[in-house]
């Protein structure tokens, strides 16, 4: 099967960080359709993991997710950034440390009924603090180093429940870049 067939698009808002547009396409299957789509410039997220084995996790106020969740570093990458670069930028804002090694995990795609975001995933390994620097909307009340077994437990348990952190975990364990339980 071949891709949609794009008929119209319409910006119906320009956001700070992505758009909502509405397309009229034509499926692969031959219907026709109406989409609205939120426009996304991508982003990456980070699995750190420490000298000791273990995995740097946020906990973070997100206000579309009622309040607190713990998840990895991650951020939305500027216009003209290469994704390294952002995974870079948003390790030291976030969990205020720097690596020396960045594994590619590949890509995700977080709501891919309806929005273009493509999160490139990594793992970092040899951690060195440097100063966090948040940015203004951004509210992190803890920075932890973790065990495996105990990440893996409180994804199972529902205490993790985002997406991206849960899917870099998955990748870090399956292609053998995270120690055993």
């Known amino acids: 099967m071949g891709a949609a067939k794009l008929k119209s698009r319409k910006r119906i808002h320009a956001g700070r960080v992505f758009d909502f547009e509405l397309r009229?396409?034509?499926?692969?299957?031959?219907?026709?359709c109406r989409l609205e789509l939120i426009v996304h410039p991508g982003a990456a997220a980070i699995l750190p993991v420490t000298d000791a084995?273990?995995?740097?996790l946020l906990r973070q106020y997100r206000h579309a997710a009622g309040g607190e969740i713990w998840e990895i570093p991650a951020g939305t990458r500027e216009k003209g950034e290469e994704l390294i670069a952002c995974a870079?930028?948003?390790?030291a804002e976030e969990a205020g440390v720097v690596a020396d090694d960045y594994v590619d995990l590949g890509d995700c795609l977080p709501l891919a009924a309806y929005s273009t975001e493509r999160i490139h995933l990594f793992l970092a390994r040899g951690l060195h603090e440097?100063?966090?620097q948040l940015e203004q909307d951004e509210v992190i009340t803890e920075v932890?180093?973790?065990?495996?077994?105990?990440?893996?437990e409180m994804i199972l348990a529902g205490e993790i429940a985002d997406a991206k952190t849960i899917i870099a975990f998955a990748r870090g364990q399956?292609?053998?870049w995270l120690p055993g339980p």
Not at 53 to 56: F, K, M, S, Y
């Open 174 to 176: 399956l292609g053998g």
């Open 88 to 91: 870079r930028r948003e390790l």
């Open 24 to 32: 009229e396409v034509e499926l692969p299957n031959g219907v026709d």
């Open 130 to 132: 440097v100063e966090q």
């Open 144 to 152: 932890t180093a973790l065990p495996v077994a105990r990440v893996g």
């Open 53 to 56: 084995g273990e995995i740097l």
